[in-house]
């Protein structure tokens, strides 16, 4: 293999990371800057290199970002507890994953943020709409095919591709400049 591939790769992802809405990250900061500012929980989940990217943003921000500040962030991947989730997925459905966890802990005002390349996957489609119904302020990255969770959540933001990686990628950007607006920028 010749670095063909590579450059190409590359190429891919440095297009979409500068075809990110800047504008929309910026408001995305400020909703976490207010709920830090409230002393709301946030709550952060999805599938497969998304639940990846939701353990590692929650911990970003509530042990980095939390550390440059006067108190720290409230927050919990709902992936990471994987007794509760297999006993939900097995007991209910796995549709009901996340939700069954956001029923114990959820209040009107917190925080769910959702990562779906697809936009569409049943468990998150569940928990936001759960979230919706309950006051919880809804968010969710989503890949280009947008899926149920463009009109579903309460403020959106869509990296337009397809391909898993590249979004997964950009999402986990987007999370890192949340965290780090706080660790470098905000104090």
Known sequence: M????????????????????????VGLIEIFKKAWQEDKQIFVCGNGGSAANASHFITDLSKGASDTLSKPFRGMSLNDNVAWMTALGNDRSYAEVFVGQLNNFAKPGDLLLVMSVSGNSPNLTKAVSWANDKGLQTIALI????????????????????????????????CHMICYSFMENIR
């Open 2 to 25: 010749d670095n063909t591939y590579i450059e190409q790769y590359l190429s891919k992802q440095s297009d979409l990371l500068a075809k990110l809405p800047n504008d929309k990250i």
């Open 143 to 174: 890949g280009g095919k947008k899926g149920t969770l463009a009109d579903l959540a309460s403020y959106t933001i869509v990296v337009d591709d397809e391909h898993y990686g590249r979004v997964e990628d950009a999402h986990m950007t987007i």
